[in-house]
């Protein structure tokens, strides 16, 4: 049930957005929940994923730039690197670098659209301390070439990276 409220707010957001062009474009997450939990795992190693499916919702929309992929405020997990990837060639997770895995980290345009094939996203995680590192869920904030407006995406990836002596436990 849509409140009246909210549908004020709405039609204020949509005056504005046609004020100053375009919005910017809906990036999507067309995937499912993933909870992603990586066993023994030092300090400050990298663990590249590389199975998140990005794409922009709108057609007319040529590219989003992703601005930045963080994990949420209180989380234990660094990510320290990220790029989009057109193909993954059969990339799932690997415990190496960014880079060392084939992806270059100064490419953050997403050029996929929904309606077709989706881009990926590849993030480079690790913990910085002693305890096992976590993040119930990635936070990219992407932009529209050229209008500087700034949208957040919160995408549900869960990530645990156990502590060699934690690795035992059920989820560390």
Same mark, same amino acid.
């Given at each position: 049930?849509?409140?009246?409220?909210?549908? @004020?707010?709405?039609?204020?957001?949509?005056? @504005?957005?046609?004020?100053?062009?375009?919005?910017?474009?809906?990036?999507?997450?067309?995937?499912?929940?993933v909870r992603s939990v990586i066993p023994d795992m030092s300090v400050h190693e990298a663990m590249t994923f590389g199975d998140i499916p990005l794409c922009i919702v709108d057609a007319q929309t040529p590219s989003a730039t992703i601005?930045?992929?963080?994990?949420?405020?209180?989380?234990? @997990?660094?990510?320290?690197?990220?790029?989009?990837?057109?193909?993954?060639?059969?990339f799932g997770n690997d415990r190496v670098t960014l880079e060392a895995a084939g992806f270059d980290p100064a490419r953050q345009e997403l050029t996929r659209h929904c309606d077709d094939q989706p881009g990926w996203l590849v993030i480079e995680g690790s913990r910085s301390s002693e305890e096992s590192a976590s993040a119930d869920e990635l936070i990219v904030r992407y932009s529209s070439e050229g209008r500087g407006t700034e949208s957040v995406l919160n995408i549900p990836y869960a990530i645990v990276l156990c502590a060699p002596e934690e690795s035992e436990i059920d989820n560390c």
């Open positions: 049930m849509i409140r009246k409220r909210h549908v @004020l707010t709405v039609a204020v957001v949509g005056v @504005l957005a046609g004020c100053q062009g375009s919005p910017p474009p809906q990036v999507e997450y067309p995937g499912t929940a601005e930045s992929v963080e994990a949420p405020a209180g989380s234990t @997990l660094k990510i320290s690197a990220f790029s989009v990837s057109d193909q993954m060639n059969g």
